[in-house]
């Protein structure tokens, strides 16, 4: 249940449509939480429906978070009006900052751990390396990986002295 604040900032609507029912507050860090329906939150199929034409009324909202938020699915739509109401939107200040900081990036293994800097891990699969002439096995331990700083699914580790990048979908934390 959202927090009574939420609910009157929305007027107990979602902040994208204006949906009723199955309302919950959305997080969004670094923005405040917005409160939005379940087709909304992405739990439904919004596309057979033409559902997101709904954000070019909430790009206009001034409550800050709201805009981050329609800012954010913007960037997320590969319809060519998503792209162009992205492009126009004039952001408060506030949402201007939060859409500024780049996001952190989470590097996740197969079963969806977060990894860490100098972490080892557990090839899973079999994998060629291309420009190596040979093959990492599964079950091979790769110690002290980096992450790929622009790239949440690819982390760098020492397999038979060579450094190689691996995708994070073939490994699982040790």
């Given at each position: 249940m959202?927090?009574?604040?939420?609910?009157?900032?929305a007027a107990g609507v979602c902040e994208f449509c204006g949906a009723a029912e199955g309302l919950t507050a959305h997080a969004q860090p670094p923005a405040d939480p917005v409160l939005l329906c379940p087709v909304c939150r992405g739990e439904a199929d919004a596309r057979a429906q033409g559902h997101w034409q709904c954000l070019q009324g909430a790009a206009w909202s001034a409550e800050p978070a709201v805009q981050y938020a329609v800012w954010r699915t913007l960037g997320t739509l590969a319809d060519p009006w998503a792209a162009d109401l992205r492009e126009t939107m004039i952001l408060s200040d506030e949402a201007q900052v939060w859409a500024d900081t780049p996001?952190?990036?989470?590097?996740?293994?197969?079963?969806?751990?977060?990894?860490?800097?100098?972490?080892?891990?557990?090839?899973?699969?079999?994998?060629?390396?291309?420009?190596?002439?040979?093959?990492?096995?599964?079950?091979?331990?790769?110690?002290?990986?980096?992450?790929?700083?622009?790239?949440?699914?690819?982390?760098?580790?020492?397999?038979e002295g060579q450094r190689i990048v691996i995708l994070t979908e073939f490994v699982k934390r040790r």
């Open positions: 959202p927090n009574t604040d939420l609910l009157a900032r996001a952190a990036l989470e590097h996740r293994d197969s079963n969806g751990v977060l990894l860490a800097m100098g972490d080892s891990v557990v090839l899973v699969k079999d994998l060629p390396v291309k420009g190596g002439g040979f093959t990492a096995k599964r079950g091979t331990v790769v110690r002290g990986i980096s992450l790929v700083a622009d790239n949440a699914s690819h982390i760098e580790g020492r397999v």
